[in-house]
């Protein structure tokens, strides 16, 4: 390894860059490469409380600073992620493998249009008044909690990251926000662009493992309010602990997300738009990959053959080439897990792998953490593929006959964050959509979330909503109840 090619970052407490204390580091790797490029800071528990002790210091000034003044800092962000864009969508290719041209410069415009949009909710944070009587005001003030703890995964790293920071600074909270330690570079780099614009320690960001600074940053006393994205089991064990302190907790986790397809479709319509739900592109490291693909049982075969002519066309390979539409999975660690699953699958007799399969052992994908894309058709239940989260290039299909059966095995599943249904009918696809129990649930498109949506997930998939006025004001803030009577008290009025 040479070590004149790694690039040292630090991380960024009350305004300043700083080592962790014990000045450890977590070396970051270029998955499509299995090459060490950079470092980061190891942070642990006496780096959290010094965040926090900064956050909370800054909190005292920014609680109170006018919509006007927050909605023009936040601006200032927006531009600089737009002039920035680029870079960071290069970072992200960089350290998480996903394709530049198909996903992260994508991510980047992504995140400097939600921190525009954020940017101008700045005059939204309205109490409601009752009217009891003449002689009383009774309103409620939406007021920030204080501390914001949040803890972000590695598959969309910007995106995420503003999801946390622009609601609760814009509603008047400061944050300490823990990079994922496998894509910890971009999080970093946009901490830099809030900290140009921005009081020191009201957005704190910090590197380190989950065990060590995102556990001691979700439990620390100073910190009421936790936002989690990641996946269900961690998200499971930061509820458990928020529960002993009584923190206020929103978590957006894990899917499984089925895909229905209805027997009137076009064809080349919906075998793109299938491809693009199972996020192939994203080498299926989505929480919304519709990775349970059910097609009803008179198209199924012309469906199949479609779906993995395309497929068989798609483009894997190095994250920045231009011409692929697919990179890498993330690490050592993702790439033994999914290899696994299709192990697994592979084994169950009869045969049911139709596309793709184990990663390639010998070649140029084998130089980096690559799989093609797989499709599994009929998998026995007892697979786990076919209700487990992979987060792999991996579809698991299905036929269906009747309506009934395929809402019933459609919800016969722990998560419900999304779902898709392909149909040209309108009333049966709308009487499907309302049936699934899913979060989010799109009818003929295969993504296309939207600034201003309500996104979440229900069942395992989660708690609270991000991405809109709704979600910011229902995530970041209180409701303080004001009585006021306003009778003279015995006093002659003048
Ligand atoms: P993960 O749960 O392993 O890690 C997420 C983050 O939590 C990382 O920063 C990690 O360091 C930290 N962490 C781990 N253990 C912790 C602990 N005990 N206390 C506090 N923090 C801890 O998830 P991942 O592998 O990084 O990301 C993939 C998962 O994220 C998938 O399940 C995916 O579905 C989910 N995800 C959900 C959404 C959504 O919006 N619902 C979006 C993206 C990803």
């Given at each position: 390894m040479d070590a004149s090619a790694i690039t040292t970052y630090q991380m960024l407490i009350d305004g300043q860059w700083v080592d962790s204390c014990a000045s450890e580091w977590i070396d970051v790797e270029n998955p499509a490469k299995k090459t060490v490029f950079a470092r980061v800071p190891r942070a642990r528990a006496a780096d959290v409380n010094l965040a926090v002790a900064a956050a909370g210091r800054a909190f005292k000034g920014w609680k109170n600073t006018s919509a006007a003044d927050r909605g023009r800092m936040l601006h200032k962000i927006a531009d600089s992620l737009e002039q920035n864009k680029e870079k960071l969508a290069r970072l992200i290719s960089l350290e998480n493998g996903n394709a530049l041209r198909t996903q992260s410069r994508g991510e980047a415009e992504l995140t400097a249009n939600i921190m525009r949009y954020i940017a101008g909710l700045a005059r939204e944070l309205k109490g409601k008044s009752t009217y009891l009587s003449a002689e009383n005001l009774d309103y409620t003030r939406r007021e920030p909690y204080g501390v914001v703890g949040a803890v972000v995964p590695w598959n969309a790293p910007l995106l995420l990251a503003c999801l946390k920071i622009g609601p609760a600074i814009m509603t008047g909270n400061t944050i300490v926000l823990k990079a994922s330690e496998e894509a910890p570079l971009a999080v970093l780099e946009f901490g830099r662009i809030c900290n140009e614009h921005l009081?020191?320690?009201v957005v704190n960001v910090l590197s380190g493992t989950g065990l060590e600074c995102g556990a001691p940053l979700v439990e620390h006393?100073?910190?009421p309010k936790v936002s989690f994205t990641g996946s269900t089991a961690v998200g499971r064990s930061i509820l458990a602990a928020a529960s002993n302190r009584i923190a206020a907790v929103t978590l957006e986790l894990g899917g499984k997300s089925a895909q229905i397809v209805f027997p009137d479709v076009d064809l080349d319509y919906t075998t793109d738009g299938v491809m693009t739900a199972m996020r192939f592109s994203r080498q299926g490291q989505s929480c919304t990959a519709g990775s349970r693909l059910f097609v009803h049982e008179s198209i199924a075969d012309k469906f199949l053959d479609m779906l993995t002519t395309k497929l068989k066309k798609m483009r894997v390979g190095d994250?920045?080439?231009?011409?692929?539409?697919a990179g890498s999975v993330v690490n050592a660690k993702q790439f033994e897990r999914v290899s696994a699953y299709i192990r697994e699958a592979i084994e169950c007799r009869p045969s049911s792998l139709i596309l793709g399969g184990l990663p390639p052992a010998t070649g140029p994908l084998s130089e980096g953490y690559f799989f093609e894309p797989t499709v599994f058709l009929n998998?026995?239940?007892?697979?786990r593929m076919t209700h487990e989260e992979v987060f792999g290039p991996v579809l698991s299909v299905t036929t269906w006959r009747t309506e009934e059966d395929v809402v019933a095995r459609a919800n016969d599943s722990n998560y419900g964050l999304a779902a898709f249904i392909w149909s040209r009918a309108g009333a049966p696809a709308l009487r499907m959509a309302h049936a699934i129990e899913a979060g989010w649930v799109m009818v003929n498109q295969g993504g296309g979330q939207q600034i201003g949506h309500s996104y979440g997930g229900i069942k395992h998939s989660g708690l609270g909503r991000e991405f809109s006025l709704e979600g910011m004001i229902e995530s970041y803030t209180e409701v303080k109840q004001i009585s006021v009577n306003l009778g003279d008290h015995g006093f002659p009025r003048l």
């Open positions: 009081p020191p320690g006393p100073d910190v994250p920045l080439d231009e011409a692929n539409d998998l026995p239940p007892e697979a």
